[in-house]
């Protein structure tokens, strides 16, 4: 393991700086003490829990492993100064921000608690602004990550941000799968990487059977970007495994494009309905296997999932 790489895995507070990506509905309560208790850093994705649900699932979350573990935070939740008071009474060790850039107000209020603070970074320029906000650690994810994703790929953030910001760990995510890629990253000075999608089939994922089943089968070039037909009706790009649901959004868009000139629904209207397509879609493949019509979100590291097996033996594999 190279310095920063020791430096990684102090600042985790684990054996393997290896974080567990947090993806809604996957990574809970078993997935997420499995990866703590086999020497990674498992965190927990609160989604759009409830204050008293996420604190209901970290308490379960400890009685699972003795270990540290984190909680992920989207930040457009509605509750989120309510979700950080949680995560600061529940003496959570680290606190990762999503889905936009955290104010400092936010920062300050998570190390009030001695709480440490991650971000994602999509350019060395939020970097630099994270950095001087006090953020405690950045993650750096690629285009190839599954779920949200940003637009410029991980090799290319890697090369723009590594070598830029040296105050604070750096750990890399985007379509990582394997020991070489880890040991890549981490030779070019990163403290660690993020993986999710490796850990969806691990025998402690909670995912429905048909879900697995899909990531085990599927090919990197299986996991597609969301399409957008028109400017007019923003969609945000997601990476997901290409099903008849995306196939359906693309004809859903085009119905309501024609709805919205011929003047029958409002631009606004209009808007909404595309925006709340998906609404759903992932609990419905993730939790009820469907796999049809569900959002299959997953990183074009997907190829690399080949079988159903234990964390312990997925990190195995990975750490050489």
Same mark, same amino acid.
């Given at each position: 393991?190279?310095?920063?790489?020791?430096?990684g895995?102090?600042?985790?507070? !684990?054996?393997?700086?290896?974080?567990?990506?947090?993806?809604?509905?996957?990574?809970?309560?078993?997935?997420?003490?499995?990866?703590?208790?086999?020497?990674?850093?498992?965190?927990?994705? !609160?989604?759009a829990?409830?204050?008293?649900?996420?604190?209901?699932?970290?308490?379960a979350?400890?009685?699972?492993?003795?270990?540290?573990?984190?909680?992920n935070l989207?930040?457009?939740h509605p509750e989120?100064?309510?979700?950080i008071?949680?995560?600061?009474?529940?003496?959570?060790?680290?606190?990762?921000?999503?889905?936009g850039?955290?104010?400092?107000?936010?920062?300050?209020?998570?190390?009030?608690?001695?709480?440490?603070?991650?971000g994602?970074?999509p350019?060395?320029?939020?970097a630099?602004k994270?950095?001087?906000?006090?953020?405690?650690?950045?993650?750096?994810?690629g285009?190839?990550a599954?779920?949200?994703?940003?637009?410029?790929?991980?090799?290319?953030?890697?090369?723009?941000?590594?070598?830029?910001?040296?105050?604070?760990?750096?750990?890399?995510?985007?379509?990582?799968?394997?020991?070489q890629?880890?040991?890549?990253?981490?030779?070019?000075?990163?403290?660690?990487?993020?993986?999710?999608?490796?850990?969806?089939?691990?025998?402690?994922?909670?995912?429905?059977?048909?879900f697995?089943?899909?990531?085990?089968?599927?090919?990197?070039?299986?996991?597609?970007?969301?399409?957008?037909?028109?400017?007019?009706?923003?969609?945000?790009?997601?990476?997901?495994?290409k099903?008849?649901?995306?196939?359906?959004?693309?004809?859903?868009?085009?119905?309501v494009?024609?709805?919205?000139?011929?003047?029958?629904?409002?631009?606004?209207?209009?808007?909404?309905?595309?925006?709340?397509?998906?609404?759903?879609?992932?609990?419905?493949?993730?939790?009820?296997g469907?796999?049809?019509?569900?959002s299959?979100?997953?990183?074009?590291?997907?190829?690399?999932?080949?079988?159903?097996?234990?964390?312990?033996?997925i990190?195995?594999?990975?750490?050489g």
């Amino acid at each position: 393991m190279t310095s920063r790489g020791h430096e990684g895995a102090a600042f985790l507070g !684990c054996r393997y700086p290896i974080l567990g990506g947090a993806m809604t509905w996957v990574s809970e309560r078993s997935l997420v003490s499995a990866l703590s208790n086999a020497g990674a850093f498992g965190v927990l994705a !609160c989604g759009a829990m409830s204050p008293d649900r996420l604190r209901e699932e970290i308490q379960a979350t400890r009685a699972l492993t003795d270990k540290p573990f984190g909680v992920n935070l989207i930040l457009m939740h509605p509750e989120l100064t309510t979700l950080i008071d949680v995560v600061c009474e529940e003496n959570v060790s680290h606190l990762v921000f999503a889905g936009g850039i955290p104010t400092k107000a936010h920062i300050d209020q998570a190390h009030q608690a001695h709480v440490k603070v991650m971000g994602f970074a999509p350019n060395a320029g939020i970097a630099k602004k994270l950095v001087k906000s006090g953020i405690d650690a950045l993650i750096i994810e690629g285009h190839e990550a599954g779920g949200h994703i940003g637009p410029v790929s991980t090799t290319v953030l890697v090369q723009e941000v590594l070598g830029t910001i040296t105050e604070v760990p750096v750990f890399v995510a985007g379509g990582i799968g394997s020991r070489q890629a880890i040991a890549a990253y981490m030779a070019m000075g990163a403290a660690g990487c993020q993986l999710g999608t490796r850990f969806v089939c691990a025998t402690e994922s909670r995912a429905h059977p048909k879900f697995k089943a899909a990531f085990i089968n599927a090919h990197a070039r299986d996991a597609i970007v969301s399409t957008q037909l028109d400017k007019r009706f923003p969609v945000i790009p997601v990476r997901a495994l290409k099903n008849q649901g995306m196939d359906d959004f693309v004809t859903f868009q085009r119905q309501v494009i024609e709805d919205v000139d011929g003047g029958v629904l409002s631009l606004k209207e209009g808007q909404l309905k595309i925006e709340h397509y998906w609404a759903g879609a992932l609990r419905r493949a993730v939790m009820e296997g469907d796999v049809d019509t569900g959002s299959l979100m997953c990183g074009q590291s997907v190829g690399m999932v080949t079988r159903e097996e234990p964390v312990a033996a997925i990190l195995a594999d990975l750490v050489g």
